[in-house]
């Protein structure tokens, strides 16, 4: 028997072995490096946070530490009160970190990034959370919120904007009158300076007369003051004479003074020895007087005056008239 | 002397010691001391007012009625309180006299013969507050109530109300009888004032030559009399009817007179009206320039008056 044999079939079977063998290495390598991705050869354990939207979140969501990963998100699940329960599995070497104080927020990475969700170290007296423990959760804002919060706090400051402008366009407003004034100003402001020129131009002149005038006055002065000497060295003679006269007049003015002295004293005592009897003499004045008027009125009386003598009358009266 | 004659010599020389002993006798005087003191306040005040010094005769007529009333004197009060009035009224100051001469009327009563002068004082302060019809009313129970030689006076008072009232018929008819009584009194001031009311009746109701007869007669008697102030009424009266016949010439030649008078008087706040008058007449003609000096001169007196105030 003749045996025919294809070369390229020689050693067959040890070529598929290695085949199949690199096939089974290069399908246990990417195996290998997909589980590496996914987390599937290294110890983890479950933490577990509670939010009230599950908006945004999605299984196999990145869970960072100071922004390294640290795990994935691994169930997300409706509640029995209509919130939405995460749970994630974080690497168990980081468990270290994960304390009780340790909060969990929902984060986007920059701003245009993806979500993640962000756990923060906890402090250093905490205690670690274990396997299966609750996590606190922060709300944070999403975009959407941040900008209808500016929003809110940018509208009254626009208003207020708007309201300057408005006021600032006001044609009967302050600022545009102000501007109009202004404008006017400027316009007069030309011819404004023309007068103050020749304002200042007439000012220098009459400065320059004035000084003039001045000066011929002080020439003037300085005349006047010199014809004056001779009228001083008059007042100054007449002084002289005043001065030698003086205290004879002054002699006489006292020996005057003596007499009226002398004489004040002698009516003084003249007055001094009458004024008690002043009284004295009023009364008997008075006594006087009134026995005149008793004698006036006896004679009154008597015939034959009595009838020549009119009874007074009480109607005393003013004259009436009737066109007063 | 004989004897014959010496025996009935003595005897009537006795008769004739008897008769002047007898006449020499006190006669029963039936006034008070106190009421005697009253009357010569009441004299005193009367020569104050009389000169113009108002305020010593208010002191006056002031302590005449204190001694009235502490003798409970009713008359002595009436002329007191009726003198304060009337020196008050002199003083323009209707308040005070109206105040003096109410406080008359009570110790007044109608058959008083002083009722008639406490209803003319009281006719005559209402006129002064500006009260005709009080003034008229009052004026009339004067004129009821007198039948003395001042009865002329009271009418003549209701003439020259029932004029101002603007009664000219009644006011003519009243002021008629005045003249009449007046004229036969001898009641000369009177009579002028009869005259000048009707007068004014005459000219206000448009008979202006009447009138000015009856203001002539008027100035007439006021000349006489020596009463500088009715003297310058006449004129001024005058003038107003010369001014109403569009007679500016006399009207300004009869203000230039009461100008004159009042200017010599005393009277320069007249005086000064005088002048405010002439003025405007010398402006109706034209002549503005006179016009203009105679203000001059009235701001001139005015400014004196304010001087002596």
């Not at chain 1, 402008?165 to 006001?170: A, C, E, F, G, Q």
Request: with cysteine; charged share 25%; hydrophobic share 45%.
């Amino acid at each position: 028997m003749i045996v025919e044999e294809d070369l390229r079939f020689k050693r067959l079977e040890m070529k598929i072995g290695i085949f199949v063998a690199i096939a089974i290495v290069g399908f246990l390598t990417l195996f290998f490096f997909i589980g590496a991705d996914k987390d599937l050869f290294i110890q983890k354990y479950l933490l577990k946070f509670t939010v009230e939207k599950g908006t945004g979140y999605s299984r196999g969501m990145p869970v960072k530490l100071s922004g390294f990963r640290i795990g994935r998100v691994d169930k997300i699940s409706l509640n029995e009160s209509a919130m939405v329960d995460i749970e994630v599995q974080i690497d168990r070497k980081y468990q270290k970190w994960i304390k009780k104080d340790s909060v969990v927020k929902f984060v986007k990475e920059g701003l245009v990034g993806d979500n993640i969700i962000e756990i923060s170290a906890g402090s250093r007296d905490s205690e670690v959370l274990k396997d299966g423990a609750l996590l606190a959760f922060e709300k944070t804002m999403g975009l959407e919120e941040l900008a209808n919060d500016m929003a809110d706090k940018v509208k009254p400051v626009l208003l207020e904007v708007k309201d300057i402008i408005s006021y600032i366009n006001n044609p009967a407003g302050d600022i545009k009158q102000s501007l109009n004034n202004i404008r006017v100003l400027s316009a007069d402001l030309s011819s404004t300076r023309e007068k103050v020129d020749t304002l200042l131009i007439n000012s220098t002149q009459k400065i320059v007369k004035l000084s003039a005038d001045s000066e011929s006055l002080l020439k003037t002065s300085r005349d006047r003051i010199d014809s004056a000497g001779p009228i001083l060295e008059k007042a100054d003679r007449s002084m002289a004479v005043i001065e030698q006269k003086l205290p004879q007049l002054l002699e006489k003015a006292l020996s005057t003074l003596e007499h009226l002295d002398k004489v004040s004293k002698n009516i003084e005592k003249i007055t001094g020895g009458v004024a008690p009897r002043i009284p004295q003499i009023m009364n008997s004045a008075e006594d006087t007087l009134q026995g005149a008027d008793k004698v006036v009125n006896a004679a009154k009386n008597i015939w034959p005056l009595k009838s020549h003598i009119p009874v007074p009358s009480e109607r005393q009266i003013v004259p009436g008239d009737s066109h007063e | 002397m004989n004897n014959i004659f010496r025996v009935p010599c003595a005897v009537l020389f006795f008769f004739l010691i008897l008769a002047a002993v007898g006449c020499a006798g006190k006669v029963p005087n039936s006034l008070s001391e106190s009421q005697m003191q009253a009357i010569s306040h009441n004299q005193r005040g009367i020569k104050h007012a009389a000169r113009g010094d108002n305020l010593q005769a208010l002191v006056e007529f002031s302590e005449a009625l204190k001694i009235s009333r502490s003798i409970e004197n009713s008359e002595g009060i009436v002329v007191a309180l009726l003198n304060c009035s009337r020196v008050h009224r002199h003083a323009g100051d209707a308040k005070a006299a109206l105040t003096a001469i109410s406080g008359a009327i009570p110790h007044a009563p109608r058959q008083m013969p002083l009722y008639a002068e406490v209803a003319f004082e009281v006719a005559q302060v209402k006129l002064l507050s500006g009260n005709l019809n009080e003034a008229s009313e009052w004026a009339s129970q004067a004129v009821a109530a007198d039948n003395s030689s001042t009865r002329g006076m009271m009418i003549n008072l209701l003439a020259r109300i029932l004029f101002l009232k603007g009664n000219m018929a009644e006011a003519e008819l009243k002021a008629q009888e005045a003249l009449l009584i007046n004229r036969n009194n001898g009641v000369r001031a009177e009579e002028a004032n009869s005259l000048r009311t009707l007068g004014d009746v005459k000219a206000k109701t448009n008979r202006g030559v009447e009138a000015a007869a009856y203001y002539n007669q008027a100035l007439e008697i006021d000349k006489v009399l020596g009463k500088s102030g009715k003297i310058v009424a006449d004129l001024r009266a005058l003038a107003r009817l010369a001014e109403s016949l569009n007679d500016s010439g006399q009207a300004l030649e009869f203000y230039s007179r009461a100008f004159a008078a009042s200017r010599a008087n005393g009277d320069l706040s007249g005086a000064s009206e005088d002048l405010t008058k002439m003025s405007l007449i010398h402006e109706k003609r034209g002549d503005i320039e006179l016009s203009q000096r105679l203000l001059t001169e009235r701001a001139n007196i005015l400014k004196n008056i304010q001087t002596q105030q």
